[in-house]
T-cell receptor, first 113, second 113 residues
């Protein structure tokens, strides 16, 4: 069974600084997708970034980048130049070949002005 | 395209009553997913459709839960004989063919008294 673990229930970062959110997962599959979703207080989940397991290059989206370590089954999210609008709950998610998604328990990010 | 919509946004009901939620996916998205999210947790997969066919159901989906997507467009999730443990946010997400990325609706918050 696939599981996703986010070991940091809460994180904080100073505005304009960099923060890294951790995620590990367990799977026996070799082909899968990994995602980071953001859920602001309004509760609608928004896709932040996506990584295909077969790609060695780490995905980047503007200030957001990932460190994908396939052998270690690790998928961390780095937010650079943190902004007040980045404050939210962040969920790591895994998608298997059967099109099912598994989410971690989330990391609540606070941005300090 | 206005994204995934869900109706109602909030529902308060008494224990034992039946409730039905609706999800309208992004147009032409052939996959539609239902999740349940409780406070402090990530979304938990309930079921998903490819077009009108229900392809996967979680064991979390008891006999009191039923979902339909009769014409391959909108979907409904019905909970019969609601229990207090059913109180949660019910999220819908849709995905286009070959996309591998889900887009979430705002959710329906259910409170069972």
């Amino acid at each position: 069974a696939q599981t996703v673990t986010q070991s940091q229930p809460e994180m904080s970062v100073q505005e304009a600084e960099t923060v890294t959110l951790s995620c590990t997962y367990d799977t026996s599959e070799s082909d899968y997708y990994l995602f980071w979703y953001k859920q602001p207080p309004s509760r609608q989940m928004i896709l932040v970034i996506r990584q295909e397991a077969y790609k060695q290059q780490n995905a980047t989206e503007n200030r957001f980048s990932v460190n994908f370590q396939k052998a270690a089954k690790s998928f961390s999210l780095k937010i650079s130049d943190s902004q007040l609008g980045d404050a939210a709950m962040y969920f790591c998610a895994y998608r298997n070949t059967g099109n099912q998604f598994y989410f971690g328990t989330g990391t609540s990010l606070t941005v300090i002005p | 395209d206005t994204g995934v919509s869900q109706d109602p946004r909030h529902k308060i009901t008494k224990r034992g009553q039946n409730v039905t939620f609706r999800c309208d996916p992004i147009s032409e998205h052939n996959r539609l997913y239902w999740y349940r999210q409780t406070l402090g947790q990530g979304p938990e997969f309930l079921t998903y459709f490819q077009n009108e066919a229900q392809l996967e159901k979680s064991r979390l989906l008891s006999d009191r839960f039923s979902a339909e997507r009769p014409k391959g467009s909108f979907s409904t999730l019905e909970i019969q004989r609601t229990e207090q443990g059913d109180s949660a946010m019910y999220l819908c997400a849709s995905e286009g063919l070959g996309s591998a990325t889900q887009y979430f609706g705002p959710g329906t918050r259910l409170t069972v008294l």
